[in-house]
């Protein structure tokens, strides 16, 4: 089974600080994702990693940046965190081969900036 | 853009009663739809995915979902719903083959009541 993990279930920072959100799937897969989750609006997606070292912005980037040193290794990271960023955070990883392939997705890390 | 709509923000059902989740897409263009199910504190899992072929799949849990072109929707059912059924359900699309994102629908809240 594939399995994707984040590094913290919860998570409480304080309005300045520089947040690192850290994801780590164990199926060599190529993509990588970042996800935003907020109540009524779904999941949006903050950025995604074709393959090691690449990034594209998603729909929301403003405020975020993003690290993919490894292939396993996807972090989000927020330079100076603020209090609209609390939010639930949901990485994801996807083999590319098959065109129409599921996402698998972490079990999220709930952010909360103080 | 490519949207998803879900009508409903939460659907509270009976136990044993039988429930549809709505879902319609705006392209008009080849897609790929899928349903994913987040369990309380969990991050998401697929329940089913439409590809091509036969418009009606059967998905894990007893859930089954009807692919409708002419009219853009793609509806969740199951004919007897369990209180293990609570969750939040996500419908999504990818349009087109190859490398591309998921975009989401807000997401339907299912309350399964005794």
């Known amino acids: 089974d594939v399995k994707v993990t984040q590094s913290s279930r919860y998570l409480v920072k304080r309005t300045g600080e520089k947040v690192f959100l850290e994801c780590v799937q164990d199926m060599d897969h190529e993509n990588m994702f970042w996800y935003r989750q907020d109540p009524g609006l779904g999941l949006r997606l903050i950025y995604f990693s074709y393959d090691v070292k690449m990034k594209e912005k998603g729909d929301i980037p403003e405020g975020y940046s993003v690290s993919r040193e490894k292939k396993e290794r996807f972090s989000l990271i927020l330079e100076s965190a603020s209090t609209n960023q609390t939010s639930m955070y949901l990485c994801?990883?996807?083999?590319?081969?098959?065109?129409?392939?599921?996402?698998?997705f972490g079990p999220g890390t709930r952010l909360t900036v103080l | 853009a490519q949207s998803v709509t879900q009508l409903d923000s939460q659907v509270p059902v009976f136990e044993e009663a039988p429930v549809e989740l709505r879902c319609n897409y705006s392209?008009?263009?080849?897609?790929?739809l899928f349903w994913y199910v987040q369990y309380p504190n969990q991050g998401l899992q697929l329940l089913l995915k439409?590809?091509?072929?036969?418009?009606l799949v059967k998905g894990i849990n007893g859930f089954e979902a009807e692919f409708n072109k002419s009219q853009t929707s793609f509806h969740l059912r199951k004919p007897s719903v369990h209180i293990s059924d609570t969750a939040e359900y996500f419908c999504a699309v990818q349009v087109g083959a190859g490398f591309q994102k998921l975009v989401f629908g807000t997401g339907t809240r299912l309350l399964v009541s005794p």
């Open positions: 994801a990883s996807r083999f590319p081969e098959s065109s129409y392939n599921e996402q698998f």
């Open positions: 392209s008009s263009v080849s897609v790929y």
């Open positions: 439409y590809l091509s072929g036969s418009t």
